[in-house]
């Protein structure tokens, strides 16, 4: 009999970690990133369903949800599994989602929130010297994720191209 599995659910502007062999899994992936990070020494992972690239345009509207945005989720990522003993210079980050959903007409910058939120991700990534090892980043389909703590597996599931590993 297989061992019982540990899931964490991450839902949209959330975050979390795992170790132990816990996976974690965030879904309903579009133009959103799902974002793990893993410190392979420690077997410990952390995800970030990232909804938008940057907080600027939250400044002011009371409660800031950090894991909703680039710009705070990653740092917040890091502060966490840091605070677990996670080394920054051994984690490795793969990345899933930014797709562009729907489209627009005119193709104005402001709808273009699926590669805006890669690029921003990616930014924020890069100020840490975290080094991207794999992404499924574009397209326009959704995507699931699950992050496996025991191993750093990032299993993306989609409709149109069944599961895939990186």
Known sequence: MMPEVTLIKVG???LNVADGGAVLKTTGLGSCVGLTLFDPDLRIGGMAHIMLPSSDIARGEGQLNIAKYADTAVPELVRRLASRGAAIHRLVAKMAGGA?????MGGTDTMRIGPR???ATKQVLD???IRIVAEDTGGSYGRTVELYSHSGVFLIRSVQHGVKEI
């Open 127 to 129: 100020r840490f010297s």
């Open 100 to 104: 562009q959903m729907f489209a627009f």
């Open 117 to 119: 939120n890669v690029e």
């Open 12 to 14: 949209m502007a959330d």
